[in-house]
């Protein structure tokens, strides 16, 4: 179920926006169904995010809603963007908000990517 099942996807997110050519981004990586970019306001030395092409709002919405191909694309995106910025060589993490609860900011699914420093415990206290 979509973080907000009463509310549709709506296009008007700064991500649909980048998708859309509307506004910039820094891009890392493209493929046929996704896209990788810098974080605007990186949160460690490396700090990259995946969103798919496609509208979804989850992860639990791309999972229920989105073709195989598309699922596919994106989790192999993940994994060949961390090797491409180098976050592979000390360790990385994934993070996916979802949600009011999560403080999921932009309601389209993304992946958060992040490395290049010690990362600190999985959540904060
Ligand atoms: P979340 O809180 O998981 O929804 O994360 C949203 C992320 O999007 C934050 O880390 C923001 O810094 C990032 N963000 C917002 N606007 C932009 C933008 N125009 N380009 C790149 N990243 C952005």
Redesign the pocket.
Known sequence: MPIDAKLPYDDGN?FAR?LRGE?P?KTVMESEHSLA?????P?APIHV?VIPKGAYVSWDDFADQASDAEIADLTRMVGKVAVAVGADTQGYRLLS?VGKRA????AHL?V?IFGGAPLGPMLAS
Do not use: A, P, R, Y
């Not at 970019?37 to 306001?41: E, G, V």
């Not at 403080?103 to 932009?106: K, L, M, N, T, Y």
């Open positions: 700064i980048i506004l981004n970019f810098h974080d605007i306001n949160l995010l908000n403080g999921q900011e932009v993304h958060h």
